[in-house]
């Protein structure tokens, strides 16, 4: 009874018109971003974040939660209208979006997108309400379980990040390093500040995020250059019976799929997307319309991906521990607030917790609102000329990276980064490590330090503690299956290189 009077009194303060406005801007600037190909929402929440910097705390990150949200839907629209994913959960919806669209039924696809990320993200959050008793029981961790559990946490994201176990550690180490440049957290020392005032603070987090996402992103696509032509034609947003039947169970399918995936630390949502996806081609009656525009196949992935963002929020708000790039930008937005979130945020700020949480109820319903109507509204966005859009927004970036500290070098921050994050996509390096390590890593380091001193500096001590111990076993269990399936394609690759009768002729064949 006590979470469903905070949970009452949570939508009080955000019936507040000034909290609604902020979660209607959210949205509806996050839907505008996101619209942009390639602007996931990764790089719509690193640009847009300066904008929640002068408002209250609760409105700030409900604004910025709306933001998120926004550029979700945004990359299905580009997804639907031009064939070209918006981010790459929305990949999949390619497939059968695509489609659907060249038969004149993109107004469908798009609705059924819209309900079935209202349904996904509706019932993902009634799941969420369990994230207050995860928050009680996280108040009784020390710094030695939560040692274990960011160590757990990282080798999650390192594992599950792209196919090479190298390339994801280095960006994790490059992360690393970012988070200990400042003063030392114990002793006060300078590290790597290159003796240098303005570094002594540490590096921005929010310059780094916005290069990695945002400076990254516009220097990729002006090198692609591509030139893609929209579907203009939207159709009827009419939805009849039989598209509601065939699509309601895979809303529902999908809505748990991405549930789960999304309690999981670094689990790529292309990876819910794309389960959704299997599952709903197995448990169709026709298979064979898969890919040639079935709706199905719009319905299942978009509600795994809307369901998977929603319960992402639960590690952050019960831990502290961000599951996603984007919860790490989410958290930096609370620690901006002077908030921390985890298991103490719901013991000296229930009033922010629960708003934030009823705030995603408000921003769930506010998208589905704003979506189908303007849908025609970001068809014309999608003509606006790239050598016009993005001078725009890099314009705006630099203004953002300022205003964080009033300081020119968070401007050649974010440029050092977006340009370091672009040889890193080039070189298939994943970026998700380095944004989370970037966070976790001062956190990491704190709990460390003062596990040790709680140990007398016997590192054998950490292992007293049963959630550590597990943490850490499953930790090792991690890197030896990363190991042993990169063994596993080594292997395979070697065999197919023997078996290919191409290599017998470059070198001659025996007479």
Known sequence: MDTLNALWSGFG????????????????????????????????????????????????????????????YGGTITSVLLNVPGEVASV??????????????????????????????????IGMLGATSLAEAAITLGPVELFGLTVLALTIVIGLAGRSMPKALISALLGLF??????????????FTLGTV????????I????????????????????????????????????????SAGSIGRGSVIGFFFGLIPGSPAAAATFASYITEKKFSKRPEQFGRGAIQGVAGPET???????????????????????????????????????????????DVAWTVIAGLFVANLMLLILSLPMVRLWVGVLRVPYQVLYPITLAFMMVGAYTVNNSVTDIAIMWLAGMIAFILRRLDVPLAPAALTIVLGPMLEANFRTAMSLTAGDSLGLFRSPLTTGCLILTAAVFAARGYLGYRRYRARSSADAADPRLLDSVGSPK
Not at 104 to 122: M, T
Not at 178 to 190: I, Y
Not at 231 to 238: A, E, P, Q, T, Y
Not at 310 to 337: D, E, H, K, R, Y
């Open 13 to 72: 303060t955000v019936m507040d018109p000034q909290i609604l406005l902020y979660a209607f801007a959210g949205c509806l600037i996050g839907m505008l971003t996101g619209v942009i190909p390639g602007f996931g929402p990764a790089a719509a929440c690193s640009l847009l974040l300066p904008l929640t910097f002068a408002l209250d705390p609760t409105g700030g990150i409900i604004m910025l939660l709306g933001i998120y949200y926004g550029s979700m």
């Open 92 to 125: 999949v919806t390619c497939i059968d979006g695509f489609q659907m669209a060249r038969q004149g039924r993109a107004g469908k696809a798009l609705a059924i997108a819209a309900i079935g990320s209202f349904i996904g993200g509706a019932l993902a959050l």
């Open 178 to 191: 970012v988070g200990t440049v400042g003063l030392d957290p114990v002793f006060g020392d300078q590290r």
């Open 198 to 205: 303005s570094l002594q603070g540490g590096i921005s987090f």
């Open 207 to 246: 310059s780094v995020v916005m290069g990695l996402f945002g400076v990254a992103e516009i220097l990729e696509s002006t090198l692609r250059r591509n030139s893609v032509s929209a579907v203009r034609r939207v159709g009827s947003l009419h939805l009849n019976r039989q598209d509601l039947k065939d």
């Open 304 to 350: 795994a991906n809307n369901s998977l963002g929603i319960s992402s929020m639960i590690p952050l708000l019960s831990f502290g521990i961000p599951a996603s790039p984007t919860m790490a930008i989410i958290l930096g937005a609370f620690l901006i607030q002077g908030l921390q979130p985890g298991p103490l945020l719901f013991r000296d700020h229930p």
